[in-house]
């Protein structure tokens, strides 16, 4: 059973735009949401992390939105660059009360110059 | 500051065969989780240490998986006898602690042939 779900699995945008992924999840014990960016090759790299007491969370081009009740999440890149071409995870954690991150299937974003 | 290093980078394997991978995690850092990776999907955690202790190896596959971590330090992942459903990228995290951010090593990619 998929504890996050995440969506679309690829995502095409023109440089300059904003790219938005989602997720959400089912679990009300988790209480920290952290997004991994994943370049070929290479292993996750936290982006930006939120936890549920904020709605929002902002750390230059990249914010997180979060909807306790709606159980969501998601990551919106402004201004979307080609060096942002990458796959994006969300992930979630919290309901064992240690740090067992659960993540989401991935976005494959490319940024189309 | 040196990351999470992860050796070897690549194997290819016939099934039946034994494999290892090796992970050190950063300095100071006392948790360390192996995940798997299929192709497409998000990490899966197999095992978290803290310390030399594996709090967590619920998803550990006992029959054929196993891992130490003999001084709380680096770390070994064993796969014995490997089957082709085991290919996938392995991959080293570590935190201080339980809590805080995972930095993950670039992951071992296995082939079973």
């Known amino acids: 059973q998929q504890q996050v779900k995440q969506s679309p699995q690829s995502l095409i945008v023109q440089k300059g735009g904003i790219s938005i992924i989602n997720c959400a999840y089912e679990n009300t014990a988790f209480d920290y949401f952290p997004w991994y960016q994943q370049f070929p090759g290479k292993g996750p790299a936290l982006l930006i992390a939120?936890?549920?007491?904020?709605s929002e969370k902002k750390e230059g081009r990249f914010t997180i939105s979060f909807n306790k009740s709606a159980k969501q999440f998601s990551l919106h890149i402004m201004d979307s660059q080609p060096g942002d071409s990458a796959t994006y995870f969300c992930?979630?954690?919290?309901?064992?009360?240690?740090?067992?991150?659960?993540f989401g299937t991935g976005t494959r974003l490319t940024v189309i110059p | 500051e040196a990351g999470v290093v992860q050796s070897p980078r690549y194997k290819i394997i016939e099934k039946k065969q034994p494999v290892a991978f090796w992970c050190n995690p950063i300095?100071?850092?006392?948790?360390l989780y192996w995940y798997l990776q299929n192709l497409g999907q998000g990490p899966e955690l197999l095992i978290r240490?803290?310390?030399?202790?594996?709090?967590?190896d619920s998803q550990l596959p006992k029959d054929r998986f196993s891992a130490e971590r003999l001084k709380g330090v680096d770390s070994t992942l064993k796969i014995q006898p490997a089957e082709l459903g085991d290919s996938a990228v392995y991959l080293c995290?570590?935190?201080?602690?339980?809590?805080?951010?995972?930095?993950f090593g670039p992951g071992t990619r296995l082939t079973v042939l």
């Open positions: 992930a979630a954690s919290g309901d064992t009360g240690a740090n067992n991150l659960f």
């Open positions: 995290a570590s935190s201080v602690g339980t809590y805080n951010e995972q930095f």
């Open positions: 300095s100071g850092h006392n948790t």
């Open positions: 240490y803290e310390n030399e202790e594996a709090v967590d």
């Open positions: 939120i936890r549920p007491d904020v």
